[in-house]
């Protein structure tokens, strides 16, 4: 049996939350969504979102190949197009996706748009699985900048890909390595709470302190975003 916690918070500054989580009550599936496009744009983002991404994954859909969440990430960028020209919004409205699902082996897959993370966590070490679809991403790919200086990179918030943007749309997935822990987070976390920190927060003994910390965290650095966090422990070290 797993364990899940998923905890989402508006922040210090922000008016509105607009990240959006689930953690499915059976340990199967997670999913986390931080949305863009001012207003209440990235709130309807992200919630649709997330919404699609269950109804599929509670429906007993696929959840045991690198295509099965593809298929389950696009449905949900779908989904936002559709509800976006529902809504006749002329404007961005968008939103990152991190889905994490196990099949009844005990194998577990991702799919990712965006910037929100998904990290493993093992023996005190934290790895990040995912990687960003931002410009920050791109300058690093290309030896233009540091990654160890990411966080001071021009443009770092602008993303490549998003789910309800036009243009290029090409889910990352794959299998998630054996691990300890799981940690899925919106940028919120990820921005403002260094890898350092993070990795040794990640040790903390039970879920729901550990997440309480993550986000304790954020908000000392200045809560300046909204933050979320799922997290997944399994039972024993996966293979």
């Given at each position: 049996?797993?364990?899940?916690?998923?905890?989402?918070?508006?922040?210090?500054?922000?008016?509105?939350?607009?990240?959006?989580?689930?953690?499915?009550?059976?340990?199967?599936?997670?999913?986390?969504?931080d949305g863009m496009g001012g207003l209440m744009a990235g709130e309807i983002a992200s919630e649709v979102a997330v919404v699609t991404a269950r109804r599929h994954l509670e429906a007993d859909a696929p959840r045991d190949s690198t295509q099965a969440l593809s298929a389950i990430v696009n449905l949900s960028h779908n989904a936002v197009l559709a509800e976006a020209r529902e809504l006749n919004y002329t404007g961005k409205m968008g939103t990152t996706l991190v889905v994490w699902a196990q099949n009844g082996e005990g194998r577990s897959y991702f799919g990712h748009v965006g910037d929100s993370r998904l990290y493993t966590y093992s023996?005190?070490?934290?790895?990040?699985?995912?990687?960003?679809?931002?410009?920050?991403?791109?300058?690093?790919d290309a030896g233009e900048i540091d990654p160890d200086k990411e966080h001071e990179a021009p443009h770092r918030h602008v993303l490549t890909q998003a789910l309800g943007l036009p243009g290029v749309f090409q889910p990352q997935v794959g299998e998630v390595p054996g691990c300890e822990r799981l940690l899925l987070c919106s940028d919120g976390l990820s921005d403002l709470v260094r890898r350092e920190q993070l990795e040794a927060l990640m040790a903390t003994p039970g879920l729901e302190l550990c997440a309480d910390y993550?986000?304790?965290?954020?908000?000392?650095?200045?809560?300046?975003?909204?933050?979320?966090?799922?997290?997944?422990?399994?039972?024993?070290?996966?293979?």
């Amino acid at each position: 049996m797993l364990n899940v916690v998923a905890r989402s918070h508006r922040g210090l500054v922000r008016l509105n939350n607009e990240d959006f989580v689930h953690a499915d009550a059976q340990s199967r599936f997670a999913i986390l969504a931080d949305g863009m496009g001012g207003l209440m744009a990235g709130e309807i983002a992200s919630e649709v979102a997330v919404v699609t991404a269950r109804r599929h994954l509670e429906a007993d859909a696929p959840r045991d190949s690198t295509q099965a969440l593809s298929a389950i990430v696009n449905l949900s960028h779908n989904a936002v197009l559709a509800e976006a020209r529902e809504l006749n919004y002329t404007g961005k409205m968008g939103t990152t996706l991190v889905v994490w699902a196990q099949n009844g082996e005990g194998r577990s897959y991702f799919g990712h748009v965006g910037d929100s993370r998904l990290y493993t966590y093992s023996a005190g070490k934290l790895e990040q699985v995912t990687r960003d679809h931002t410009v920050a991403q791109r300058l690093i790919d290309a030896g233009e900048i540091d990654p160890d200086k990411e966080h001071e990179a021009p443009h770092r918030h602008v993303l490549t890909q998003a789910l309800g943007l036009p243009g290029v749309f090409q889910p990352q997935v794959g299998e998630v390595p054996g691990c300890e822990r799981l940690l899925l987070c919106s940028d919120g976390l990820s921005d403002l709470v260094r890898r350092e920190q993070l990795e040794a927060l990640m040790a903390t003994p039970g879920l729901e302190l550990c997440a309480d910390y993550l986000l304790k965290a954020a908000m000392d650095a200045g809560g300046s975003d909204n933050v979320s966090v799922v997290l997944v422990e399994f039972d024993a070290l996966r293979s």
